[in-house]
């Protein structure tokens, strides 16, 4: 099967940079995908790293590193609207689609 | 473009009683998913639906079944709702898998 660990709270300042790391155990790893979910709110997407290395989007980027089965989501100037919900997922071949499996999620709170 | 909708938004049951979770996508998705959150954790799949015609079961397929319609719509049914269904229930879609677009939720409480 798969597991995966993230932290569970994160607290941060307005302005500042987070990391949140997730680190993974799975079979026939294929990638790591981000998901930001706000309160009440429905998952929406941030990001895929199919390979090792950085991907950048704006003020957030997500680094995997497929020998350590590790990967960080970073958020750059932060903003009060970042606070939310952060969860990793796995995209693994066990099954016939292309199947996810998150992680518990991590609650990132920015402060004023 | 609507993306993903579901239906209800919200439901109460009693225990014992059915009923049928409704989701459709407009964005011509070949795969749906459907998942259920339970407070402090992440989502975790029920049923799976790799294209039109086809379903597969998820990591919590218990006591729920699934109808693939058409390439647009994939519902989620439960037969005899028990209080462990009380759930946010999300369905998606997705045309790679990568990227998973997600409905408003529907939010079950049985009692």
Not at chain 1, 25 to 51: K, V
Not at chain 2, 85 to 93: E, K, L, N, P, R
Not at chain 2, 101 to 109: A, D, E, K, S, W
């Amino acid at each position: 099967g798969q597991s995966l660990e993230q932290p569970s709270e994160v607290t941060a300042v307005e302005g500042a940079i987070v990391q949140i790391n997730c680190t993974y155990q799975t079979s026939g790893f294929y990638g790591l995908s981000w998901y930001q979910q706000h309160d009440g709110g429905a998952p929406t997407f941030l990001s895929y790293n199919g390979l090792d290395g950085l991907e950048e989007t704006g003020r957030f980027s997500s680094f995997l590193s497929r020998s350590d089965s590790y990967g960080y989501l970073l958020l750059q100037e932060l903003q009060m609207k970042d606070s939310a919900s952060y969860f990793c997922a796995v995209r693994s071949s066990s099954g016939s689609a292309r199947q996810l499996t998150f992680g518990s999620g991590t609650q990132l709170t920015v402060l004023p | 473009n609507a993306g993903v909708t579901q239906t209800p938004k919200f439901q109460v049951l009693k225990t014992g009683q059915s009923m049928t979770l409704q989701c459709a996508q407009d964005m011509n998705h070949n795969s749906m998913y459907w998942y259920r959150q339970d407070p402090g954790m992440g989502l975790r799949l029920i049923y799976y639906s790799a294209s039109e015609g086809t379903t597969d079961k998820g990591e919590v397929p218990n006591g729920y079944n699934v109808s693939r319609l058409n390439k647009r719509e994939f519902s989620l049914r439960l037969e005899s709702a028990a209080p462990s269904q009380t759930s946010v229930y999300f369905c998606a879609s997705s045309l790679q898998g990568d990227e998973q677009y997600f409905g408003p939720g529907t939010r079950l409480t049985v009692t």
